[in-house]
């Protein structure tokens, strides 16, 4: 464990920028949005910045994202076809427990089954993840409940904790070591560890309490849908509030349906574009010239919340996938976030 | 930053977007949480705008057409030729259709187009008619033509009356935010024929007969006054013409209102009272082809009134613009009896006024609708000037093919410009500064976020260089300096400038002027002063059934309000699940309650011929208790479906989602 | 990091050339290919019951099941017009380039039914994917007990590949019957629906694996024809068609219940179609 000092921050942020993309957390100046993009000028990088709506997925899984390129010419018969070039490694710096934990999701998915999608994979190589404890939770959050937060325990190259006038540093790989060492961090002494964990005792004390009373409920809810125990009055309940904007898919951090199109241009030749894509659209599975195999809304609906919750689903991603984020909360326009999913399933067995 | 904010161009809602832009390209769209319309929620249209913008399927150079051959030509050669050609008609001749999507700027250029260079009164709006007849009984009513209440307003409202809409689908958004004042204790009553998403959200949904809307709400009003529930203060402070209103109710009979709507005088009585006693009651209706008919928006207006819910903290009667601009466009003066600032004509002092700004002559006479001038055969309409229509809802487009010179400006490829003599690319939104005005009256400024697309320019721009080649230079170098015009003719604009749109983000309510330089979020009967009470009809038109024709048709969108469909055809995934409807009823559909459908031998999917007394189409049955017993309901945008049957019926479809049209259903 | 089978064009599409289209039955033709790269022209190797992902250049990529043989059988796709892009594709000629990834799927379990009788069910287009898998048995004819088609359609012009079972009747062994729903001049083989058949072939149940695929209602009938008489549901073959966009198990659109049609399937046994709760 190390020391940086806050005023150290920039020489941090600049040693990752000669060899990485810099994506972090800022404050847009006219909207006052928290956001997390790519960095033009390092120094907006606010570390302090409310969760940003769209989760730092986007960096390596974009919403829009041309994955090749081709141009046909019929005359010569001659086809140009070619990937489309790539950016250099990222270095994602300041991302929350929850959305590690949600990168750690997306990478179980696209890297660990039968197929790699090269795509993501692209994206991903040499990724230097800096993570940041979140000590103040916001309204919507409960990862405490899905076991993905405030303080992340893998998956990042380097972990800060805010300490007041300093940062307290952990490695979680070897080129994180690798770096702290080359930046000659001072070493933290030895009641670093227990001032980090007294900080996140606080965060986690300063949950509203209903986030930490769910707990129970989420298991509770995961072993109802997997076992199929959830009344179809309950999703018809979900379902007729649903506005289907895909939002809710759009802003979770491990959601991973994509939609891919060949455009062509006014001018320059076809892209392949791959774009987010929500399973909670009637028009989703549709095949052509067949009708749509697929039932209504709420059996749509109950998709999403199977996906996020259930046993067979957890086996891909070697956990839940909700990560307990709470911006499907935040975004979706008929208030059915997926805490109120499980409150709804809770009001199911309790009547309450 | 790669991320810029902006307000979303579909509907007339105004929520707040950031467009990611990256490599000189739009590469995503997210909403923002801290703009106050849409805190952080967009709808499916609004969460794809950025397939839109990168779609190329666009306009991308001038072309003309001569003798059956289109050729790309330069900007000189293309603006010499429509002003040479436009010139050859004198004013009566040419007509100027806006689009409700264009900014204020393109809007008020093209006016100050038609009305100062080519002296021609004739400028009509797309699709406005359901918007006008909202707008005039609040001007007639309120003084200004637009919704007086807030959206902020509507979480802390007691009381929200939603009339015949399907807001779910039109304007999502304040469907949510209506959603969530219901889950807070709101009691929100949807009179609605169909039980639509919104209805399904309320707290009471009432099934009114379809063309009974305004019985409705006459009985609701004669109910108010026979149980002395008005508020006899406020009207007294701030009414006018309370008497006349309580005399055209006196022959009213409640005895046959259950009857004819179909509703029980008590939910009558219980919503009356619900409305009564509301502190902050608020009335939603759509102002498009979904609104209400002119008679129905005046006794709503009439309604809220004589309870005092209007122009009080916390109330109003909303009209919601189903597109982007619509109300702007109308602020512009896109409408044929006005000057820009809804200044009716004859209104010298108004003409005399914007003469004296223009440094010009200009003609203030009032000029008639376009679609009206399509339809007359005789109105001597040669040359239409369009912008950036939408497709498949123009249903005149075989008056169209016999004009004589048609100029078409879009951004995006359009089967309508296939119809044009000269084809002008212009900049989609977002390669153009420019100002939008949504239902609550916000004016929002979209800053440029890339570069026009080849020899695209922005449309103020192709009508000032028009102007110049007629002679006039309006000296306009940037859409700030048309905008500057804007604020010096229309006087609910006056305070409002670039500068302070840009330091306001989520922008200024109209009226925003001297007196209020920060705006004014909703109608406040202390700063306005008086009210009057708008006259309706004293018999509410009915569907006229009979054994031959004894269902009623309604002819909407509400539930399917997919029908931008030329933009909505040139996004991925709003396209897709516009399709997977007609991948069920590619022949287009119409809806019927089951107990018809038994009655009629009819199946869902399979085929049903609706016969009218003006003709008959072959569609596919939807057999749904969504609608009324007695009723049918065809969603008018499928495209086989308009040439076919709707167009002789489009005066009717005209007046709203509650105009119904007799016909009887065969099976085929 | 981790990588995918080798074998597979996982990405980036390969380029092919047509070399020969032939009009099939209204709607339906089939298109010959041979790969650009030389390479992958010898090397590429496809199980039965898998398919591939088609580009049509400017207009976009299907699915398609692969109708020929891992051996000894000229490249090919029999693709009906559906949509923007099979129209795409219907409007190229001999000399057109395509794109091609794949292959992708499961593909039928060829090793573990050798020594089976093996009954072939199709309804119209229906015998595109289960070509594949039939021309492979008659070319190991001996590895099998009786091999029989069952294939039927609206009517005699809405068959598929009629010359080519002409031809594979000369195989010794292959019973091929066929039937249209209504009669028609001039036609000599059954009328009548395809589960007819299954009485009038005396197809045997003891050591026997089907294969079906056809319409909704074809595709039940034989189902409850097949195991009415014994077959057990493990030992009945079809396979899925579904919206796919990627091939590889990542963008979901082809998941059914807990499946995913492009790595799981999409062959399935009617024991599993059975478990997948959703309509198939």
């Not at chain 1, 990485?20 to 956001?35: F, K, N, Q, T």
């Not at chain 1, 499907?328 to 809770?346: E, K, T």
């Not at chain 2, 203030?364 to 369009?386: F, M, N, T």
């Amino acid at each position: 464990m190390h020391i940086l000092p806050k005023s150290g921050l920039p020489r941090l942020v600049e040693a990752l920028g000669e060899q990485h993309e810099l994506y972090g957390p800022i404050l847009h100046e006219v909207s006052g949005d928290a956001l997390f993009e790519k960095l033009a000028d390092p120094a907006a990088l606010r570390l302090d910045a409310p969760i940003p709506y769209i989760p730092p997925k986007a960096a390596v899984f974009p919403h829009f994202e041309e994955i090749l390129h081709y141009a046909y010419d019929r005359d010569s018969k001659k086809v140009d076809i070619a990937r489309t070039d790539l950016v250099r490694p990222k270095a994602l710096i300041g991302v929350r427990s929850c959305d590690l934990t949600g990168l750690a999701c997306l990478d179980r998915f696209y890297l660990g089954q039968e197929f790699v999608d090269e795509v993501y994979r692209d994206h991903r190589r040499r990724t230097f993840i800096v993570a940041n404890t979140c000590l103040g939770p916001f309204p919507q959050c409960f990862c405490v409940c899905t076991d993905s937060g405030p303080y992340a325990v893998e998956g990042y190259d380097l972990n800060l904790t805010d300490l007041g006038d300093h940062y307290l540093v952990e490695s979680g790989s070897e080129k994180g070591a690798a770096l702290a060492a080359r930046l000659g961090l001072a070493p933290a002494g030895a009641d670093a560890a227990g001032r980090r964990d007294a900080a996140v005792n606080a965060s986690i004390a300063s949950f509203d309490p209903a986030a930490r009373e769910n707990k129970a409920w989420i298991s509770r809810a995961v072993n109802r849908l997997t076992t199929g125990f959830v009344k179809n009055e309950t999703w018809e309940y979900i379902g007729h509030q649903c506005f289907e904007c895909g939002a809710c898919s759009y802003v979770c951090p491990t959601c991973s349906c994509f939609n891919i199109e060949d455009v062509t241009p006014a001018e320059g030749p076809t892209g392949r574009i791959r774009t987010w894509d929500s399973c909670s659209f009637e028009g989703y599975s549709r095949m052509a010239g067949e009708h749509n195999p697929r039932r209504p809304i709420e059996d749509r609906r109950n998709k999403r919340f199977f996906c996020k919750l259930s046993y067979s689903q957890s086996k891909k991603y070697l956990r839940p996938g909700c990560v307990g984020c709470g911006r499907c909360a935040r975004v979706c326009p008929g208030d059915i976030g997926l805490p109120n999913v499980v409150q709804y399933i809770r009001r199911e067995t309790t009547g309450r | 930053m790669s991320n810029h904010p902006g307000v979303c161009n579909y509907c007339g809602t105004g929520c707040g977007h950031l467009l990611k832009v990256e490599g000189g390209a739009v590469r995503g769209v997210f909403p923002s949480p801290e703009h106050p319309v849409g805190k952080g929620r967009l709808c499916v249209r609004g969460w794809h705008i950025h397939e839109l913008l990168t779609n190329g399927d666009r306009i991308a150079r001038p072309l003309l057409r001569e003798a059956g051959r289109t050729r790309e030509v330069g900007w000189d050669e293309a603006l010499a030729s429509v002003a040479g050609r436009l010139a050859d008609y004198i004013g009566d001749q040419i007509g100027f259709w806006a689009s409700p999507r264009a900014s204020n700027e393109d809007t008020y250029a093209l006016v100050r187009l038609a009305r100062a260079v080519f002296r021609c009164p004739n400028i009509g709006l797309l699709s406005d008619a359901g918007h006008q007849a909202s707008a005039r009984v609040l001007l007639d009513g309120a003084g200004w033509p637009a919704m007086t209440g807030a959206l902020a307003d509507i979480r802390p409202a007691d009381f929200i009356l939603v009339v015949g809409t399907d807001l779910s689908k039109q304007n999502p958004i304040i469907a949510s935010e209506i959603h969530f004042a219901a889950r807070g204790g709101t009691h929100v009553l949807v009179l609605s024929s169909r039980t639509t998403q919104m209805a399904r959200l309320a707290t009471t949904h009432l099934r009114p007969k379809p063309g009974s809307l305004a019985t409705v709400l006459k009985a609701m009003a004669r109910i108010l006054i026979d149980e002395n529930r008005q508020d006899a203060d406020f009207i007294a402070r701030y009414g006018r013409g309370f008497d006349a209103f309580r005399m055209s109710l006196a022959g009213f009979d409640l005895a046959a209102v259950e009857a004819q709507t179909g509703l029980s005088l008590e939910s009558l009585r219980d919503a009356t009272r619900r409305l009564a006693a509301a502190r902050r009651a608020l009335a939603f209706t759509a102002a498009g082809v979904a609104g209400p008919d002119r008679d129905t928006a005046a006794l709503l207006f009439d309604l809220f009134l004589a309870a005092g819910k209007i122009g009080r903290e916390g109330c109003g009667v909303n009209p919601v613009t189903g597109i982007s601009n619509m109300l702007g466009a109308s602020d512009m003066g896109a409408v044929p009896d006005m000057l820009p600032g809804a200044r009716r004509l004859p209104d010298e002092g108004a003409a005399a006024e914007l003469g004296a700004a223009w440094k010009s002559g200009l003609d203030a006479r009032p000029g008639r609708r376009i679609d009206d001038l399509l339809r007359d055969e005789g109105s001597g309409l040669k040359a239409l000037v369009v912008v950036d229509h939408d497709d498949e809802i123009n249903l005149e487009a075989d008056a169209v093919r016999n004009l004589d010179y048609v100029v078409y400006l879009g951004a995006y490829a359009n089967p309508f410009a296939g119809l044009a003599h000269a084809v002008l690319p212009t900049t989609s939104y977002g390669e153009g500064d420019g100002t939008y005005t949504s239902a609550e009256r916000r004016i929002q400024l979209n800053r440029r976020k890339t570069e026009p697309l080849a020899e695209a320019r922005p449309a103020w721009r192709v009508f000032a260089d028009l102007a110049a080649k007629r002679g006039q230079d309006w000296g306009y170098r940037a859409a700030s300096e048309v905008f500057a015009d804007i604020a010096r003719t229309v006087p609910s604009y006056s305070a409002v400038t670039y500068d302070k749109l840009d330091r306001n983000f989520g922008g200024l309510q109209w009226p925003c002027d001297a007196a209020r330089p920060q705006g004014t979020p909703r109608l406040l009967a202390e700063d306005a002063g008086r009210m009057t009470f708008v006259p309706f009809a004293a018999e509410s038109g009915r569907p006229g059934l009979s054994d031959d024709f004894p269902m009623a048709l309604v002819a909407g969108t509400s539930t399917y309000y997919w029908h931008q469909n030329n933009i909505m055809r040139k996004t991925f995934i709003p396209r897709r699940e516009y399709n997977a409807l007609l991948l069920l009823y590619p022949q287009g559909l119409v809806e019927i309650h089951p107990d018809d459908a038994a009655r009629l031998g009819l199946r869902d999917k399979r085929p049903a011929r609706i016969v009218s007394a003006k003709g008959s189409m072959t569609v596919a049955a939807r057999v749904t208790d969504d609608v009324r017993p007695g009723m049918a309901y065809a969603p008018y945008f499928i495209g086989a479906m308009i040439p076919g049957f709707l167009k002789p019926h489009a005066v009717d479809i005209e007046r709203g989602e509650d105009a119904a049209i007799p016909v009887r259903i065969e099976k085929v | 990091m981790a990588e995918s089978p080798l074998n597979a064009i996982v990405t980036v599409p390969a380029v092919a050339e047509i070399t020969e289209i032939k009009d099939e039955i209204e709607e339906v033709r089939t298109f010959y290919f041979s790969f650009d790269h030389p390479e992958l022209e010898r090397s590429f190797r496809a199980r039965s019951g898998q398919f591939i992902m088609c580009t049509v250049f400017g207009a976009g990529e299907f699915a398609v099941s692969l109708p020929f043989s891992p051996e000894n059988d000229r490249r090919h796709l029999s693709v009906r017009r559906v949509g923007k892009v099979t129209d795409g594709l219907h409007a190229l000629r001999p000399g057109d380039k395509i794109g091609i990834r794949g292959p992708f799927g499961n593909g039928f379990p060829f090793d573990a039914i050798k020594g089976r009788n093996m009954v072939v069910i199709a309804g119209g287009i229906g015998l595109i994917p289960l070509r594949s898998t039939l021309v492979h048995a008659l070319q190991h004819r001996a590895d099998f007990g009786r091999i029989i088609l069952l294939y039927g359609a609206r009517s005699s012009r809405d068959l598929m590949y009629l010359s080519q079972i002409e031809d594979w009747r000369k195989t010794e062994g292959f019973e091929a019957f066929l039937t249209i729903d209504r009669a028609e001049p001039g036609w000599a083989g059954e009328v009548g629906f395809v589960h007819t058949l299954i009485e009038k072939a005396k197809v045997p149940v003891e050591n026997t694996v089907a294969f079906v695929c056809g319409p909704p209602i074809m595709f039940n009938a034989n189902i409850k024809e097949l195991t009415g008489r014994g077959l057990k549901d493990e030992f009945i073959f079809s396979t899925l068609e579904r919206h796919m966009k990627c091939g590889i198990g990542k963008c979901q659109h082809c998941a059914i219940g807990r499946t995913l049609v492009c790595t799981d399937g999409p062959v399935y046994t009617y024991k599993q179609l059975k478990t997948l709760g959703e309509q198939i």
